[in-house]
C-alpha cells in the first residue's frame, strides 16, 4: 500500500471514529459536516472526497458496525455445536454487542438506519451476503436436520432475531430492561419458538 493510500485510509478512520463519537455524545442532529470534521481535525474536502456527503459518511459507518455484529454473530453460530446453542449464542452475542458498543447500537437501531433499511434492504443485503450466507445455511441445515422448525428463512430470522432487537431498542432508548435478565430469559424463550418440538 503506498503513502497515499495509507493516509487515505487513516483519514477515512478518523472521520468515522469521530461520527461515532459524536453520534453518542449528539444523536443524529450532532452529525453535522462542522461538528465532524471539527472533531476528527480532517478538512470539509476530504470528507467530501470519501464519503460524497455527511449522508454517506453515515451510511458507512452504519455499514461498518453492522458487519462487525454480524461478523461476532456468525463467530457465535461456528462455535456452537448444536441448534438450541446457536440460537441461545446467537441471542447472548446480540445483546453483549450492544452492552459494549452502546453509541454504535444506537446507530443500528437508529431512524436512519430504518430509512437506509427500508429505502436500500435488497443493496444491504447484497452488500453483508458473506456475513449473511453463513447465518442462513447454519439456520437451513439445522432445519434439514429437524432440529429448527422448517419456516421460510425470514420467519426464522424474525423469530430468533426480533424479540433481541426489541429489547435492544428498548435498553438504547429508555433504559428499563435488564439487559442481565433478557440474557437469562431470551436465549431459552427464543429457542423454544423456533425448535420442532418447542422445548
Excluded: N
Amino acid at each position: 500500500m503506498s503513502p497515499k493510500q495509507q493516509r487515505g485510509e487513516a483519514t477515512v478512520e478518523l472521520l468515522l471514529d469521530a461520527a461515532l463519537r459524536l453520534y453518542g455524545q449528539e444523536g443524529e442532529q450532532g452529525l453535522t459536516v462542522s461538528a465532524v470534521t471539527k472533531a476528527s481535525g480532517v478538512s470539509l474536502g476530504s470528507l467530501y472526497h470519501h464519503f460524497g456527503s455527511i449522508d454517506g459518511l453515515v451510511d458507512a459507518l452504519l455499514m461498518r458496525w453492522l458487519e462487525r455484529l454480524l461478523g461476532e454473530m456468525v463467530t457465535a453460530l461456528e462455535r456452537s455445536r448444536t441448534a438450541r446453542t446457536g440460537v441461545r449464542a446467537l441471542v447472548r452475542t446480540y445483546l453483549s454487542f450492544v452492552r459494549e458498543h452502546p453509541a454504535a447500537g444506537r446507530l443500528l437501531h437508529s431512524s436512519h438506519a430504518d430509512r437506509l433499511g427500508m429505502a436500500q434492504a435488497k443493496q444491504l443485503r447484497d452488500t453483508q451476503e458473506a456475513r449473511l450466507t453463513p447465518l442462513a445455511g447454519w439456520l437451513q441445515r439445522h432445519v434439514d436436520k429437524g432440529e429448527i422448525a422448517p419456516l421460510a428463512p425470514p420467519l426464522l430470522e424474525s423469530l430468533v432475531l426480533g424479540p433481541v432487537i426489541g429489547v435492544s431498542r428498548r435498553w438504547l432508548a429508555v433504559g428499563d430492561v435488564d439487559l442481565d435478565e433478557a440474557a437469562r430469559v431470551l436465549p431459552e424463550r427464543i429457542w423454544r419458538s423456533v425448535s420442532t418440538d418447542g422445548a
